[in-house]
């Protein structure tokens, strides 16, 4: 994927937050553990968020760039902590 692309992703993911923000619009995102399952549960205000990370993690230029999802930035219920790591 070239950097353009992902810039125009961004771009289209910037445009749906602020619509999101004009209608008050409020992210929830639960994460849990369900037998061997991590499951992310995200109202589509947090879905947008969570893209967002992926793609701000990947398009850093060097590999081992990662973000932390955890209760302190971005999980409002649940134990389960995810980091999301680029790798080449």
Do not use: W
Not at 54 to 63: A, G
């Amino acid at each position: 994927m070239t950097k353009k692309s992902i810039q125009t992703i961004r771009s289209d993911l910037h445009r749906v937050e602020q619509a999101n923000d004009l209608r008050g619009a409020e992210a929830f995102a639960k994460f849990y553990m369900d037998g061997p399952e991590t499951v992310l549960q995200l109202n589509e205000v947090a879905a947008i968020q969570f893209c967002r990370h992926v793609l701000d993690c990947i398009s850093k230029e060097f590999s081992g760039s990662h973000q932390h999802l955890d209760e302190t930035n971005f999980v409002d219920e649940g134990n389960v902590r995810l980091r999301i790591e680029r790798t080449d």
